[in-house]
């Protein structure tokens, strides 16, 4: 990290907008617990891959980029104080279904898509891997 997010809060007077690109615990500033959200493309990138297939996307457009990156921003409420600046990461999953909505509606928008759907969040749910095992051993 260039700058710890503590002194970053310290020296902005809690006024800086702070993730990393790390997990980082929490930081009390001025009786205010602030949320360090995880900078990470991990929030982009399963989405992505996700919405270009259940769209059977010809090629990733600009716009099917751009409305990831919206995508995880609406995921966040940086309304509050102390609030974290993206959705929490361990919250993947569920990030990645609304990364891949967004990204199956602009490639659709953009004439890349090949497939359509009636309900785009039961085709995204049906194509979403569960990392589920069976209890037999072979």
């Known amino acids: 990290m260039e700058a710890m997010p503590a002194d970053v809060l310290e020296w902005s007077h809690g006024k800086a907008l702070v993730a990393t690109g790390s997990p980082v615990a929490p930081v009390q500033y001025d009786g205010t617990t602030y949320t360090i959200g995880q900078a990470n493309n991990a929030l982009v990138f399963p989405g992505i891959g996700l919405g270009v297939n259940v769209a059977g996307a010809q090629r990733v457009t600009n716009n099917m980029l751009d409305a990831s990156a919206k995508a995880v921003a609406r995921q966040a409420d940086p309304t509050s104080p102390g609030a974290g600046l993206l959705p929490d990461v ?40 569960v990392p589920e095992y069976g209890t037999e051993i072979q």
């Open 90 to 129: 361990t919250n993947l999953r569920a990030v990645s279904a609304v990364v891949a909505e967004a990204v199956y509606h602009a490639a659709v928008a953009d004439g890349v898509a090949t497939k359509r759907h009636d309900s785009v969040v039961q085709a995204i749910l049906d194509a979403m891997w």
